[in-house]
Nanobody, 122 residues
Framework: VQLQASGGGLVQAGDSLRLSCAAS????????MGWFRQAPGKEREFVAS???????NYVDSVKGRFTISRDNAKNAVYLQMNSLKPEDTALYYC?????????????????WGQGTQVTVSS
């Protein structure tokens, strides 16, 4: 399974971005998909996930601002990010969990994309 994340960029506080993650190989519809992020000097943290049935999880800091979704026909998962804040600045990764659970623990994900940079200026 290969994952290709895209859509990052430099924006101002309050702006929006939509990240995309295209998957190839494997059976995408069976996977749980997650978004994680890592800021400089910090550990990678869970952002959002969607399991194979469409159930969602979010870290508290993004609830109400970020929305994860998937399109199984396109083998893609998205992260719509609204009302961006400087503290959202990080390298964002998408990941696939072949068990389909869409868990929050990074160690349970089997495949990772290369990351896309999101920078939010104040």
């Amino acid at each position: 399974v290969q994952l290709q994340a895209s859509g990052g960029g430099l924006v101002q506080a309050g702006d929006s971005l939509r990240l995309s993650c295209a998957a190839s190989g494997g059976t995408f519809s069976r996977y749980g998909m997650g978004w994680f992020r890592q800021a400089p000097g910090k550990e990678r943290e869970f952002v959002a996930s969607i399991n194979r049935r469409g159930s969602l999880n979010y870290v508290d800091s993004v609830k109400g601002r970020f929305t994860i979704s998937r399109d199984n026909a396109k083998n893609a998962v998205y992260l719509q990010m609204n009302s961006l804040k400087p503290e959202d600045t990080a390298l964002y990764y998408c990941a696939a969990d072949t068990e389909g659970s869409g868990v929050t623990l990074s160690g349970l994900y089997d495949y990772w994309g290369q990351g896309t940079q999101v920078t939010v200026s104040s």
